[in-house]
């Protein structure tokens, strides 16, 4: 019944900049971590950021000093602000939500959105 919307994603030139959301749908009160993973062509899916639900981030060597991820624990929505993007990072993004906590005791231990295509590229 949870569901989570990746939004944001498009064309971007090199050295760019794109900002994705991921907004939560759904009876949810609380999310442990929610992050964002990727998926370029041909290659497997990869970890690039998470955040925990007090603030504790992580981010991906690949991206480090690019990209930046953020919450809204009060809209249960989490961004992840990409700057100076480089065709190596077109790829489809999804959005991660471990560990939700839903009305009557509902638990989701992992939720996956659909993705949202960035592609970079002149």
């Known amino acids: 019944q949870v569901q989570l919307v990746e939004s944001g994603g498009g064309l971007v030139q090199p050295g760019g900049s794109l900002r994705l959301s991921c907004a939560v749908s759904g009876s949810i009160l609380s999310i442990n971590v929610m992050g964002w993973y990727r998926q370029a062509p041909g290659k497997e899916r990869e970890w690039v950021a998470t955040m925990a639900n007090g603030g504790t981030t992580n981010v991906a060597d690949s991206v480090k000093g690019r990209f930046t991820i953020s919450r809204d624990n009060t809209r249960n929505t989490v961004y992840l602000q990409m700057n100076s993007l480089k065709p190596e990072d077109t790829a489809v993004y999804y959005c991660?939500?471990?560990?939700?906590?839903?009305?009557?005791?509902?638990?989701?231990?992992?939720?996956w959105g659909r993705g949202t295509l960035v592609t970079v590229s002149s």
């Open positions: 991660n939500a471990d560990g939700a906590i839903g009305t009557f005791g509902r638990r989701y231990p992992g939720v």
